[in-house]
């Protein structure tokens, strides 16, 4: 059983940046794939980012390239979401997801695909 915790979210001003972090426990971190979720108030929960066990294949939201990066450390067991250039529309609950695989060919993206999840962090911007 994989325990993930995030932190890091808070009130943003627009055009500032913010730095997610997500600990994960219980569980051999480097056999998921990590993937950073977003929910905003009526709307689906979308993968904003995800990165595959080994860092070599990461993907990334259409609204958010070049603004967001993803990382992770195996050693640490943490994966983390810089959000650079932070714009209203990413006001949301955060969610780090981990999901069960170890490949370099393939990178889920759908909630389902996602077996344990974080209880999430508020992300506020403020325009």
């Known amino acids: 059983q994989v325990r993930l915790e995030e932190s890091g979210g808070g009130l943003v001003q627009a055009g500032g940046s913010l730095r997610l972090f997500c600990a994960a426990s219980?569980?051999?971190?480097?056999?998921?794939?990590m993937g950073w979720f977003r929910q905003a108030p009526g709307k689906e929960r979308e993968c904003v980012a995800a990165?595959?066990?080994?860092?070599?294949?990461?993907y990334y939201l259409d609204s958010v390239k070049g603004r967001f990066t993803i990382s992770r450390d195996n050693a640490k067991n943490t994966v983390n979401l810089q959000m650079n250039s932070v714009i209203p529309e990413d006001a949301a609950v955060y969610y780090c997801?981990?999901?069960?695989?170890?490949?370099?060919?393939?990178?889920?993206?759908?909630?389902?695909?996602?077996?344990?999840w974080g209880q999430g962090t508020q992300v506020t911007v403020s325009s």
């Open positions: 990165i595959n066990w080994s860092g070599i294949i990461t």
């Open positions: 219980g569980g051999t971190f480097s056999s998921y794939s």
């Open positions: 997801a981990a999901a069960i695989g170890r490949t370099d060919t393939y990178l889920p993206k759908r909630r389902y695909e996602y077996a344990y």
